[in-house]
């Protein structure tokens, strides 16, 4: 047995194709981020946007095995923003990631 960990724990950025349903994964300007925390307040990763049209979650370098679900989670709450209309601008805020995470904006 090999104790090389999965490699699907190390698939670090969930992109998000350019298509209809969802925004862009190429930045065309500054990034903002925040970082997303669970409910135990580990660190998970951190949303990103840049203001215009694109946005994304990247996960932690090194994820614990338990976090898989969150690459997911964060997809679908991102693709429901976009349905609903909430402007790129818009992605860091904290009520749409919760009640399932905590989201920590630097001031």
Do not use: C
């Amino acid at each position: 047995m090999t104790d090389a960990p999965n490699p699907r724990f190390y698939d670090v950025t969930a992109r998000f194709a350019p298509e209809n349903d969802s925004y862009d994964f190429k930045a065309t300007g500054p990034k903002r981020r925040a970082a997303v925390y669970d409910r135990n307040g580990r660190l998970l990763g951190h949303v990103w946007t840049d203001d215009r049209q694109a946005a994304g979650f990247t996960r932690i370098e090194d994820p614990e095995p338990d976090m898989a679900y969150v690459r997911g989670r964060m997809q679908e709450i991102l693709a429901e923003a976009y349905k609903a209309g909430v402007p790129a601008s818009e992605l860091l805020d904290p009520a749409l990631y919760a009640p399932d995470f905590e989201l920590r904006v630097a001031s």
